[in-house]
Structures are given as C-alpha cells and as structure tokens.
C-alpha cells in the first residue's frame, strides 16, 4: 500500500513552507490542504488537539506536529534521499541548537515587525539584525548551513528568507548591507527547486503583511 | 584515548540536570563542575557565547548547549547503553513533541510560581496545574511516558519533578490531587538510580527557591 501522506498547512506561514520543502526534498507526494486558521477545520482540531496549530503532517493516519519536529520525521521515515540532519552526532546536535537558535531569537522580533509600529517595531529591528548577524557568524563562507548541501537548519531559515521583503517593507528597512553572506545563502535556498514549488510569490507575501498589519496597527 | 566529559552546571537547574541524569543512564564518566551564574566563568562564556547559559556538555573539547540537545547527544553517542529515545520515527516524533511542550507550556509557568505573587502567580498556578493535566492524560496507564522504559520525556520532566516541592510550597497548593498519576511516575522517576545520584535534596531545592523568591518578590 502506497504512504498516504496529508499536510495540513497556511500558505504565507514560514512553519507550514519548512514540511512542504522537506517532502519535495525527499521526493515525497503528498495531498497540501489549506487551513483557514480563523475557521478551522475538525481535522486540524483533532489531529493537533493540544496547539491546534498548522503545520501537521498526517502520515497514514497518524498526526506529526510543530513544524521542524516534522521535518526531522519526514528525515526519519525517507532516510534514503537527500539527508537533511548530519549523520555525525556532533553535526547533528549543533544543527539542533541552530534551528532552536532560529525558533527563539529569530521568530519574536520578526513577528513584530510586521505587527507593531514605533518603538516596539525599532527594537524588534534590531533584534532581528542582531540575531541574522549571529547566524551570518555562524555561516561563514559556507554556501548553505548544510555546508555544501541544503539542509535542516537551512530550511528552517528559509520560511523567513521568504518572509525577508516583506518584512524590510514593513519596517522600512535593509538585510542586506548588515548581512550580505546570509542574503546570498537566501538566495541559493529560494533557487532550489525544493522551495520553488513550495514558497509563494514574494509579493503576495507582502500584500499579506500589509493586509494584517492594518488590524494590528490601527 | 579515554573520553573527556565535563558538565558545566548549577546544583538546581531543572535543565542541568537533565543531562547530569542522561549522562548517568548510559554510565558515562564525567566531571561536574558548577558554575556561579552571577560570576560565569571564562569556560562558560567561550562554549556557550551565544547563549551563555549551563549545562553545557564539553566532550573531547567541544561543546554541545541546550539540555534536551545535550541528552540527544548523549543518547546518540553512547547508543549502546539504556536508548532514551524510541527508535521508531513516530514514536521519535511523539517524544520531541512532548518535550516540546513541556519547555513551551511547564516551563513558564512553574518560573512565575517561584518569581511571583497575587494575581500573576494565582494564573501561573492554573497554567502550572492545567499543563500538567495534559501531561497525565499522555501518560495514561503507562508507568513512565517511554512506556515500560524511562525515556526522553521522563528526563525532561525530571526537571520539574525535583522542583515540585518548591513550587507546592512558594504557591501554596498541591499537585497531587489534580495529577496523582502524573505524581505516581514523578516517584517512580525520583527512585531511580541515575536519578537520585543526580538531584539534590528536595528541603535545599525549598530553601534556595524561597531565598530567591524573597529578591524577586519584595
């Protein structure tokens, strides 16, 4: 019997895209259903009973939640194809702590960014730098997080790659002269196939942004 | 050549010792040094500049942050010995799920209840209590969540386990009569070897919390 293989997801949501790009990575064919996270569906409600969070990856019936918890599964159970955690012990744990990195430091100040204004949006800049810079440190002359392959921490960063002009629109702002070797990595990732057929077009991105943004900052 | 391990660690840390009790399990020699973290030393700040935050495991000279990364690590390079992760996938999934939520949903909580008082820990202490009783619900009639077996997310709740005293008594209230299944395990956990070799006694835990409590709660 053939891997049933559902991913309940949002498309603009820098989370969902990391298990899209983890299964066409690895070549997995899967069913994509669009959540509404104002309306959201009894599926989503019972697969993910305790966050009732997208993204959730429905393997032959069975739930996998949070996101990069997702992609080491998908890693796991398709081990025969492009590996994305190292296979050194050492490699894999600071490829952990990274992406752990990324979800803390990275997550908050981006988040405000787009959702706040004045100070609070001044601060959370500079956070936001200030944490890409750390990254940038981390990537060196690496071409990818991966070294020489994409891999996890990469995709975890690329949900915010996709989310980068939206963001500089919203704060009125530029990565790339604080950061040029990681906006080149950016770039390398958002080329890969993988990630072109799972991000959407930048500038639908931003419209969202802006579309949300007038809620939040009346 | 023999393994070198060093801990960097705080007596009691929830998180430290976590990896004190995954380091135990698999019966590895290692030396604990403790850490003043209001005069962190040189070792610290240069394996941990990101964070600057115990434990810390240096194996051979290289050194791996996080606690839950640190007991992966440990769990996968002394694979040989008492696995604490499953090795299925979905079971992998489930467990990091967990420890997930117990870093996102225990963790804040049971900080505030010792940090605080009033309205803030009176709400600290329903959050406490409601997390904990989706916790029970996951353990069911298991007698650890690994199962038959002390796992991953028996260590990571350890942690809280060792401070449940402390909590009870800067909150005033008891676990016990909402989570008695959860507290049956907590006692089959504090029971063991690895375990006990590992935590301190609960009265200092009681007695360093309302030390501290008293500068936070003026």
Chains 1, 2 share one sequence.
């Not at 992406?99 to 706040?116: C, G, L, N, Q, R």
């Not at 604080?178 to 799972?198: F, K």
């Amino acid at each position: 019997m053939a891997d049933e293989v559902i991913l309940l997801d949002f498309w603009p949501s820098p989370f969902g895209v990391r298990a899209r790009i983890a299964l066409r990575e690895k070549g997995v064919k899967f069913e994509y259903r669009e959540e509404n996270l104002r309306d959201k569906s009894p599926l989503l409600l019972q697969m993910n009973p305790v966050h009732k969070k997208i993204p959730v990856l429905i393997h032959n019936g069975k739930p996998v939640c949070e996101s990069m918890n997702v992609v080491q599964y998908i890693d796991e159970v398709w081990s025969d194809k492009n590996p994305l955690l190292p296979s050194d012990p050492y490699q894999r744990a600071q490829a952990r702590f990274w992406v752990d990195f990324i979800d803390t430091k990275v997550y908050e100040p981006a988040d405000k960014i787009w959702s706040t204004k004045g100070e609070v949006q001044e601060t959370a800049k500079k956070e936001y730098i200030e944490a890409l810079k750390i990254l940038e440190a981390e990537l060196g002359d690496k071409p990818y997080f991966g070294g020489d392959n994409f891999g996890f921490v990469d995709i975890a960063m690329t949900g915010y790659y996709m989310w980068f002009e939206a963001s500089e629109k919203c704060g009125n702002f530029r990565i790339e002269p604080e950061c040029p070797t990681l906006m080149a990595s950016a770039r390398r990732c958002l080329q890969r196939d993988s990630v072109v057929n799972s991000v959407p077009d930048p500038e639908k991105i931003v419209e969202f942004a802006f579309k949300i943004r007038k809620i939040y900052c009346v």
